[in-house]
């Protein structure tokens, strides 16, 4: 059972770089969203989509970019890399954006110089 | 605006202990609470997921409760391992929005 797949796991970028973070679910699930984790800061909403097309701002969504083109599909993309970025991202999912239990991705961790 | 906060931050227990896990969250309006473990370097493994129509949830030696009067929850942890060695965080789900707000979690260490 895969549940929520992301890549890459680990990646290093120069400011100013772009890069997209993939998260991919296989279980059908409407409600993506994407998380960023800190010390001391804890768990950061970013991004979220109620279903494909649609994708809605969280607390933190400066810097970031997503698109809902396909139910499975949840891209993260970076516009350009700021040192403020290096953190580890965790995407997770549920069946609707009411119902079901989150899933997370085993998450990916970027640093950036 | 929603907040969720759990104590104590952190805990050490010795091995076979029974211990009580909090989360408090300041909006009674919310429809689900789920508790997560959190290995270090690792993600979110889902532990138990209680409904607002629920008062808890048990498997195995986990029981969490939920009580939107009071806004508690609590995560029951019977017999402890140095296994359950982990960060356990609450997530609350509120009815008039679609974000899941993330407490802080508490760092649990057992003591073989």
């Known amino acids: 059972n895969a549940g929520v797949t992301q890549t890459p796991k680990f990646q290093v970028l120069k400011t100013g770089q772009s890069m997209t973070l993939q998260c991919a679910q296989d279980?059908?699930?409407?409600?993506m969203s994407w998380y960023r984790q800190d010390p001391g800061m804890g768990l950061r909403l970013i991004h979220y989509s109620v279903g494909a097309g649609i994708t809605d701002q969280g607390e933190v969504p400066n810097g970031y970019n997503v698109s809902r083109s396909t139910t499975e599909d949840f891209p993260l993309r970076l516009l350009s890399a700021a040192p403020s970025q290096t953190s580890v991202y965790f995407c997770?999912?549920?069946?609707?954006?009411?119902?079901?239990?989150?899933?997370f991705g085993e998450g990916s961790r970027l640093t950036v110089l | 605006k929603q907040e969720v906060t759990q104590i104590p931050a952190a805990l050490s227990v010795p091995e076979g202990e029974n211990l009580v896990l909090n989360c408090s969250f300041t909006?009674?309006?919310?429809?689900?609470l789920q508790w997560f473990r959190q290995d270090p370097g690792k993600g979110l493994t889902s532990l138990l997921l209680i409904q607002s129509s629920q008062r808890e949830q048990t498997s195995g030696r986990l029981n969490a409760s939920l009580d939107k009067s009071s806004g508690r929850s609590t995560l029951y942890i019977a017999a402890s391992q140095p296994g359950d060695s982990a960060t356990y965080l609450c997530?609350?789900?509120?009815?008039?929005?679609?974000?899941?707000?993330f407490g802080p979690g508490t760092s649990l260490s057992v003591i073989p």
């Open positions: 997770a999912s549920r069946k609707t954006a009411r119902t079901g239990e989150l899933f």
């Open positions: 909006d009674s309006a919310i429809y689900n």
């Open positions: 279980m059908n699930h409407e409600y």
């Open positions: 997530a609350a789900m509120k009815t008039s929005y679609d974000k899941v707000i």
